[in-house]
């Protein structure tokens, strides 16, 4: 694990590359909070937690706004090299992930209140199950991000298999339901939307995974 690097001549420089950390930080929580909102929406056709995904995304959008921002000031201003300019570069690419999974929250959102007034289809699928995993991995890949821990990264990174394999069940499940009865296709390929979205976020959290060990180390190792 590394330790934190200090500025004592630079606390300008510190100060906001603190502040964005925080500001990653703030940005992965909300997305969590997205992603159970979003599957709740769907699952118990709650369109108005549906709908307060769709509201906020607003905030998550202008949050990656800011770091961005922030990230181009201290740049510009600061005129950071080294490790410095490297750990910018790292959390900003980490903003822009972020606020993609809030998209695929919303994408996940709106399947959800197109399918809540239409007949449930009872095929095995566990699409909680996914974005309960999902879930996980993105609150572990913030952990590590707090602790500077690339081990820890690197291990979050390799349960996205998991993931993949789960989704390709329920893919296969969902095709099954159709051809079983073609009045199911309507919502089986929505479904299907939703599990390709949540496998997605998981990608995306391998690739802040990613964004962690190149920020630590200055290696670019692909992951996923």
Request: net charge negative.
């Amino acid at each position: 694990m590394t330790e934190p690097l200090h500025h004592p001549h630079r606390p300008v420089l510190q100060d906001e590359m603190e502040r964005m950390r925080e500001m990653v930080l703030d940005l992965g929580r909300r997305v969590d909070t997205a992603i159970g909102r979003a599957t709740h929406g769907l699952v118990d056709r709650d369109v108005e937690a549906c709908a307060r995904v769709i509201a906020e995304d607003h905030h998550i959008n202008e949050l990656q706004r800011e770091v961005r921002e922030l990230c181009f000031t201290a740049v510009l201003t600061q005129a950071p090299v080294a490790r410095d300019l490297r750990e910018i570069l790292g959390i900003q690419h980490m903003a822009a992930e972020l606020e993609r999974m809030g998209d695929h929250c919303v994408s996940i959102a709106k399947i959800g209140r197109q399918l809540a007034d239409l007949p449930e289809i009872k095929p095995n699928v566990d699409l909680p199950s996914i974005a309960q995993l999902t879930q996980e991995q993105l609150r572990q890949m913030l952990s590590a991000l707090v602790a500077r821990d690339v081990d820890a990264a690197r291990i979050v990174a390799a349960k996205d298999d998991r993931i993949d394999r789960m989704y390709h069940r329920v893919f296969d499940d969902l095709v099954q339901c159709m051809v079983e009865d073609g009045s199911n296709v309507y919502a089986a390929t929505n479904l299907i939307m939703v599990a390709h979205h949540l496998e997605r976020i998981a990608d995306r959290v391998t690739n802040l995974a990613e964004d962690l060990v190149f920020l630590e180390t200055g290696s670019i190792e692909e992951l996923g």
